[in-house]
């Protein structure tokens, strides 16, 4: 099904809201003096520079912008767009320098990316709402209908020279990596869990790969997560290490953690915690399935 291009950018900002979740949740935690893992975050402002700024941002200078002035339509609007693409991106720098182990360590550099993230989800929350409700429906209004549905085609075109075939897509699972963060929020939509689980804090973590298929859990399926601190010897739980969550059963071995799959293929994986950044991220409570 072709996609026109107001609705191909209203679908990229889909991506940028889950982002400013990301930074929300981060914010808190940062706020609260509460764990975060660095590379979840790292790895989410990198969509935002790779996916959000550097093509998004630049599809909207590079197609929208132009037209806009040269039919003399919404110019204050657009004069502040490229005012915020530009703050944007200065924050985004400092979020990506700050998004490292060593500085979340530091008080003067957490208050720092807090404050880098906080000022971007400020701008850019009314930044996209103002688009997708103003400029974006406005567009069709100042071109021929041929050269809108040419630049839907050169959209697209651009979206898979710089994100491959499956762009879109790709980057959408790029950021569902990013969950040790958001919780229950993932790029398929949300779970509504219900009732099933009630009691205490639960979240969705989606399974990559098959190393937990003789407990049941297959690649693909949704792991459901109640939020603790720590897991009794055995008990399969969600283990993150350097910000990579990883679901195993965990047995903890005076000053190492050893993570056991639920495959014969694979051999458990001790980890030393003198030397790895480890906590536990819940335990698996169920499993959610989605038949296709």
């Given at each position: 099904?072709?996609?026109?291009?107001?609705?191909?950018?209203?679908?990229?900002?889909?991506?940028?809201?889950?982002?400013?979740?990301?930074?929300?949740?981060?914010?808190?935690?940062?706020?609260?003096?509460?764990?975060?893992?660095?590379?979840?975050?790292?790895?989410?402002?990198?969509?935002?520079?790779?996916?959000?700024?550097?093509?998004?941002g630049k599809l909207e200078e590079d197609y929208l912008f132009p037209r806009f002035?040269?039919?003399?339509?919404?110019?204050?609007?657009?004069?502040?767009?490229?005012?915020?693409?530009?703050?944007?991106?200065?924050?985004?720098?400092?979020?990506?320098?700050?998004?490292?182990?060593?500085?979340?360590?530091?008080?003067?550099?957490?208050?720092?990316?807090?404050?880098?993230?906080?000022?971007?989800?400020?701008?850019?929350?009314?930044?996209?709402?103002?688009?997708?409700?103003?400029?974006?429906?406005?567009?069709?209004?100042?071109?021929?209908?041929?050269?809108?549905?040419?630049?839907?085609?050169?959209?697209?075109?651009?979206?898979?020279?710089?994100?491959?075939?499956?762009?879109?897509?790709?980057?959408?699972?790029?950021?569902?990596?990013?969950?040790?963060?958001?919780?229950?929020?993932?790029l398929d939509g949300y779970l509504e869990l219900g009732t099933l689980y009630a009691?205490?804090?639960?979240?969705?973590?989606?399974?990559?790969?098959?190393?937990?298929?003789?407990?049941?859990?297959?690649?693909?399926?949704?792991?459901?997560?109640?939020?603790?601190?720590?897991?009794?010897?055995?008990?399969?739980?969600?283990?993150?290490?350097?910000?990579?969550?990883?679901?195993?059963?965990?047995?903890?071995?005076?000053?190492?953690?050893?993570?056991?799959?639920?495959?014969?293929?694979?051999?458990?994986?001790?980890?030393?915690?003198?030397?790895?950044?480890?906590?536990?991220?819940?335990?698996?409570?169920?499993?959610?399935?989605?038949?296709?």
């Open positions: 099904m072709e996609v026109s291009p107001a609705e191909d950018l209203m679908r990229e900002h889909g991506v940028l809201k889950r982002i400013l979740l990301v930074y929300g949740e981060a914010v808190r935690r940062l706020d609260a003096s509460e764990d975060l893992p660095p590379k979840a975050l790292a790895d989410a402002a990198g969509v935002i520079r790779s996916f959000i700024e550097d093509y998004h002035k040269k039919a003399n339509k919404l110019v204050d609007l657009v004069d502040v767009l490229i005012q915020q693409h530009r703050a944007g991106r200065q924050l985004t720098d400092i979020t990506l320098r700050l998004a490292t182990a060593q500085a979340i360590k530091s008080p003067d550099d957490r208050r720092a990316l807090s404050e880098s993230m906080r000022l971007f989800v400020r701008m850019f929350n009314p930044h996209e709402a103002r688009e997708d409700t103003v400029l974006f429906p406005a567009f069709r209004g100042i071109v021929s209908a041929n050269e809108y549905g040419a630049l839907g085609e050169d959209f697209e075109k651009r979206e898979h020279e710089l994100f491959g075939k499956d762009g879109f897509e790709e980057i959408v699972g790029r950021v569902a990596a990013g969950q040790p963060i958001t919780a229950i929020e993932n009691g205490g804090s639960h979240y969705a973590l989606r399974v990559q790969g098959d190393s937990m298929i003789d407990a049941g859990i297959w690649d693909g399926d949704y792991a459901i997560v109640r939020e603790q601190p720590s897991v009794d010897n055995g008990e399969i739980g969600v283990a993150i290490l350097d910000g990579d969550a990883t679901v195993k059963r965990i047995r903890r071995t005076g000053g190492y953690v050893d993570l056991i799959p639920a495959n014969e293929r694979y051999q458990p994986r001790r980890v030393d915690l003198s030397v790895t950044d480890f906590r536990i991220g819940g335990k698996v409570v169920g499993v959610h399935r989605v038949l296709r």
